[in-house]
């Protein structure tokens, strides 16, 4: 099916500059606005026509996606840590997974992953479907892999095709591989991989060093500090297997309760290898949580994943007991000096995060449902209120929209902070007719919707503007454009496209809670990971220490939004 499906449509420059405008305009003062519009005006009739051919000639000759080189040099260019950041993460509820204890469900899953990668080997995999509507499948291929940092933009290495296959595991920061695939098939059993992960844990010993620190680094510096320590041919040899490995366990201790659980899942400066696409961390009280790094594909393809994990049924024995191997590091005392340097850096930062979890019962699918509203659209409500009402003032809200009905289809950003939720904001404490304020409510709503459609349909803003700079930044001088045109640095449009909230929505029933951190400091500068589930609202919101009145206040209001209008969509 994957051939079928249609390539990203390229919209129209004059609706996207419209979008641009009417999207901006809740977000800055009116003579900020009235410049926006001037420069977008400006650009429709100078420049942006001789770019906008350019890109569509561009999109004609690209195989796939038009949009594709310029995410994928985004994502591969990025050069600070990507903890925190480039990672989210899902906890899962430990009960729907096979096994009696921490280590049996852990086998379990990992069980589970190994014979999703056989059949994705295979090309056995079914087709993604929803409601009938095929999607691109285009990043399974890229679930499991090892981000490698280069001098001057980031790959991902895959696991080798033919032989073994093993999994890494980790605890106290020494690396230790399991052989999970023998042959094409799954190698040991239930009761045997659990026993091996309780053996780590028990008797982990010290390590030389911690050589997973080298993932808490900027990546350029990550890059020199790897090239340095594959000089050593014992480091070598383990710095590949580590990079072949299918994924990565993370035994953890020292820890328990649900908030040292978040905090650490997402930025910890031990025990961890972020550069591995899945990490499966698991606390010593049995928490168990996935942390995924962003490069490859996108939450809603580990959805499928998770489809396929809580159904499957691992064997409870194999066809023989792996043998259990420690990976061995050696390094000067530069590089040893250096890791430690990094660790101690990151360290200092892991309380830099404040982080918010709420799970609301009162508040689920059907509930909002019978309510006469869409779920997503009463959340973004409330969150864009709360903002409002914390700042006095709207900030950009960015909203993930998948677009995987398209090939090679990723993500457009939605930008939910509309005119219409600015105005039932700013009535919200000063207008005393519930119901004006449901018309209010049920009009931004409305608007929200909409917003959503157009990007869904690849019809959003950011993207199209990021193809048409590229194409200003590559192109310029063929096309004899001597400036760089305003519209791209118009503060408005800048606003547009800064995170005030970074806002993400999943639902699986497997999970309990989903998240990751601030992208900014701008604004209320939080990461918002948020299910609306059949049982409950379930919501984890982080921002940065500097922001922790801000997300405090935030909070409160928020709480307070969204018990309000539930009431008011309860008037007749």
Avoid at 19 to 33: G, I, R, S, Y
Avoid at 374 to 401: R, W
Avoid at 446 to 465: P, Y
Wanted: aromatic share 10%; net charge positive; glycine share 6%.
């Amino acid at each position: 099916m994957q051939e079928t499906l249609p390539p990203l449509p390229l919209p129209s420059l004059s609706e996207t500059l419209e979008k641009l405008v009417l999207w901006t305009e809740p977000l800055v003062d009116a003579p900020t606005h009235s410049q926006t519009k001037q420069k977008a005006n400006h650009f429709l009739k100078t420049d942006g026509p001789k770019l906008q051919k350019k890109l569509a000639e561009f999109a004609g000759k690209t195989n796939g996606n038009w949009m594709t080189p310029f995410a994928e040099a985004r994502r591969t260019e990025y050069r600070k840590p990507i903890p925190l950041v480039l990672s989210y993460a899902f906890q899962v509820r430990e009960s729907l997974f096979n096994g009696r204890n921490r280590f049996e469900k852990l086998a379990g899953i990992s069980l589970g992953l190994a014979s999703f990668y056989l059949e994705l080997c295979r090309e056995i995999v079914e087709p993604e479907q929803l409601k009938g509507t095929p999607f691109c499948m285009s990043t399974y291929p890229y679930l499991l892999y090892t981000r490698i940092a280069g001098h001057k933009r980031d790959y991902m290495h895959l696991p080798p095709a033919g032989g073994a296959r093993y999994i890494a595991v980790m605890a106290s920061d020494r690396f230790f591989l399991v052989p999970i695939i023998k042959n094409q098939e799954i190698y040991p059993g239930l009761k045997d991989l659990a026993g091996l992960f309780q053996q780590v844990y028990a008797e982990p010993g010290k390590p030389a060093f911690n050589y997973g620190a080298i993932s808490l680094a900027d990546r350029t510096d990550a890059a020199q500090l790897r090239d340095m320590l594959q000089q050593n041919p014992i480091t070598r040899q383990a710095m590949s297997a580590l990079e072949d490995s299918l994924f990565l366990i993370n035994l953890d201790r020292g820890y328990q309760g649900q908030q040292a659980f978040w905090e650490n899942i997402l930025g910890r400066s031990t025990n961890r290898f972020y550069d591995k696409s899945l990490q499966i961390v698991s606390s010593q009280d049995g928490k168990i949580g996935f942390c995924l790094e962003h490069m490859g594909s996108d939450a809603t393809v580990w959805l499928r994943v998770l489809d396929y994990l809580v159904k499957f049924k691992p064997p409870v024995s194999g066809r023989g007991c792996p043998e259990l191997k420690a990976l061995s590091f050696e390094a000067f005392k530069p590089e040893k000096r250096k890791l430690e340097e990094i660790a101690t850096r990151f360290k200092n930062t892991e309380g830099d995060i404040v982080l918010k979890r709420y799970k609301i019962k009162a508040f689920n699918r059907s509930a909002l449902k019978s309510l006469g509203i869409s779920p997503d659209a009463f959340c973004q409500i409330a969150f864009n209120t709360a903002h409002y009402l914390s700042l006095g003032k709207m900030c950009s809200t960015y909203e993930s929209v998948a677009v995987r009905q398209f090939m090679e289809g990723r993500t457009e950003a939605g930008r939910p902070a509309t005119s219409e939720i600015l105005a039932y904001a700013k009535a919200f404490d000063s207008c005393n007719s519930c119901f004006e304020l449901k018309k209010k409510l049920l009009h931004a709503a409305n608007a929200h919707l909409e917003m959503i459609r157009c990007c869904k349909q690849g019809k959003g803003v950011q993207r199209h503007m990021t193809g048409l700079l590229n194409m200003y930044l590559v192109y310029k001088e063929e096309l004899s454009i001597r400036e760089k045109p305003a519209i791209f640095d118009d503060p408005g449009f800048q606003e547009l496209i800064t995170d005030s909230i970074s806002s993400s929505s999943i639902m699986h029933p497997a999970l309990r809670h989903f998240g990751f951190g601030p992208q900014t400091n701008h604004g209320l500068g939080i990461g918002l990971g948020y299910m609306v589930m059949q049982d409950s609202l379930s919501m984890v919101i982080m921002a940065k220490t500097c922001n922790r009145e801000r997300l405090e206040r935030f909070c409160r209001h928020l709480i307070k939004v969204i018990e309000r209008n539930a009431e008011i969509l309860k008037t007749a």
